[in-house]
């Protein structure tokens, strides 16, 4: 997380170009908690830099596969939950953070690889129907159904 952070802020300041930070997040995301690490930050930052993903970053992120497609995918059903949690809970600050992380993971999300993100997608909307290898995922965070509906709108958005 440090290191996606400190790199996020050198390209915010216009001190690292988007070829040298897509191949540092290359790396990073190259495996999985560095890819982790990189979507806490990436995500939830003030930086633009989700909002206007550089080419040269969505290649590496296209190029790291399924481990990218899956985190994506599994942001957007938390933090459309969370959203829906933060606006019962009239959390104002906390929703719009969570909507923030949102709309990124869907944006990334049409600009991976379509059959991984397609598979992925599958999988998760099996999953809040209760069947197969993402039902635990829904289970182990115990949302209700109207945040299961929103996640499954949000899931489908993806492909429009």
Known sequence: MTISAERIALWDAGELSDE?????????VGHRDGARGFFVVSLTSDSP???RLP???????????????DLTARNLAMSTAMALHHERQQDQTMREGSLKVQARSLDLLKQLE???????LE????????????????????YDEEQRGAIKKSLLAVAS
């Open 55 to 69: 080419e040269t970053l969505v290649m590496q992120l296209r190029e790291a596969g399924e481990d990218v497609v």
């Open 114 to 120: 379509a059959n991984l993100v397609k598979e992925k």
């Open 123 to 142: 999988k998760l909307i099996a999953g809040l129907e209760g069947k197969g290898e993402e039902k635990d995922f829904y289970d182990r965070w115990n």
């Open 49 to 51: 830099l989700m909002d």
């Open 20 to 28: 040298v930070l897509a191949d540092e997040v290359g790396q990073l």
